[in-house]
C-alpha cells in the first residue's frame, strides 16, 4: 500500500482544505482498494450500513486485509416527530438497562467498531483495543473517529496519549469526550474537541434529532472487527 496513498486517507493534520480535485482522487482510491483487494464482510443485517459505507470503512480500517465484522449489540429505535420539553425531561426513552446489556455482551473484547445513526448522520469511532468497567482511559493509536456525512476519518491529536477511550460502568462505549455516551444511556451522545481531529460539524445537529446538547441516536451498531490476511 503506497504511504502516501494510506496518509491522505485521514483528515489532513494542518486542516488545509482540500480542493475538489483532491477529494475527487481520493475517492477514486478508496473505490479501486475495494475493488481490488479484500472484501469487508459482516453488515448483510445492518440498518445503516450501505455498500458506499461499506467503501470507506474499509480504507479506514485496513485497505489492505481482509475485515470481518461480527455484530455484538444494537438497537433501532423510533422517536416522535414532535416532542416537548415535559417529555424529553422525563427518561421515556433514556434505555437504562443497556447499558449493562452492551457492557455484558462487548466488554473486554478487542476492536470495536461504533456506528451511530441520528437523523440524517452517521458517525462513530474504532478502537484496536476494548471496552471495559474499570474507569480507566486507554491510549490507542489505532483509534479514530469518522463521519459518514463528510467522508472522513478522524484520528487522535495525540496531545493527551492516554486518553483515547474510556470505559466504565455507567457509559457506553466512549472515545473521550469527542464521542460520548450520556451516563446511564446508550440512546444519547455528546461531542466536543478535545482529543480528535474532529471539526466543529463532526456532527450536524440541525440535521440529527438533538436535544439541547444531547444527540438521540436512532439506530446503534456495535460490531467486533477482524482482521486478516488472503489465503
Same mark, same amino acid.
Given at each position: ?70 455484530? *455484538? ?7 416522535? @416527530?414532535?416532542?416537548? #420539553? =415535559? $417529555?424529553?425531561?422525563?427518561? &421515556? ?35 484496536? *483495543? ?7 482511559? @486507554?491510549?490507542?493509536? #489505532? =483509534? $479514530?473517529?469518522?463521519?459518514? &456525512? ?82
Amino acid at each position: 500500500m503506497n504511504s502516501k496513498l494510506y496518509k491522505s486517507l485521514s483528515y489532513v493534520l494542518d486542516k488545509r482544505e482540500k480542493t475538489e480535485k483532491e477529494i475527487l482522487e481520493e475517492y477514486k482510491s478508496i473505490i479501486k482498494i475495494y475493488e481490488n483487494k479484500s472484501p469487508i464482510n459482516g453488515f448483510d443485517n445492518s440498518k445503516i450500513i450501505t455498500d458506499k459505507t461499506k467503501l470507506f470503512l474499509k480504507a479506514w480500517i485496513s485497505p489492505i486485509h481482509n475485515v470481518q465484522a461480527n455484530l *455484538l449489540y444494537s438497537f433501532n429505535l423510533t422517536y416522535p @416527530k414532535k416532542f416537548e #420539553d =415535559s $417529555f424529553w425531561s422525563g427518561r &421515556n426513552f433514556t434505555i437504562l438497562e443497556k447499558v449493562k446489556e452492551f457492557h455484558d455482551k462487548c466488554d473486554n473484547i478487542n476492536s470495536i467498531l461504533v456506528v451511530c445513526k441520528s437523523g440524517n448522520q452517521i458517525f462513530g469511532g474504532y478502537t484496536s *483495543l476494548s471496552f471495559d468497567c474499570s474507569n480507566t482511559y @486507554k491510549y490507542d493509536n #489505532d =483509534s $479514530f473517529l469518522f463521519s459518514i &456525512n463528510h467522508e472522513k476519518k478522524y484520528p487522535k491529536n495525540n496531545f493527551k496519549e492516554n486518553e483515547s477511550i474510556w470505559g466504565y460502568k455507567n457509559f457506553g462505549p466512549c472515545f473521550y469526550y469527542d464521542l460520548q455516551f450520556v451516563e446511564n444511556t446508550m440512546n444519547k451522545v455528546t461531542s466536543e474537541m478535545k482529543n480528535y481531529l474532529i471539526p466543529k460539524d463532526f456532527i450536524d445537529g440541525s440535521k440529527a434529532i438533538k436535544y439541547g446538547n444531547d444527540i438521540f441516536l436512532e439506530v446503534l451498531e456495535v460490531y467486533q472487527i477482524f482482521i486478516y490476511d488472503e489465503k
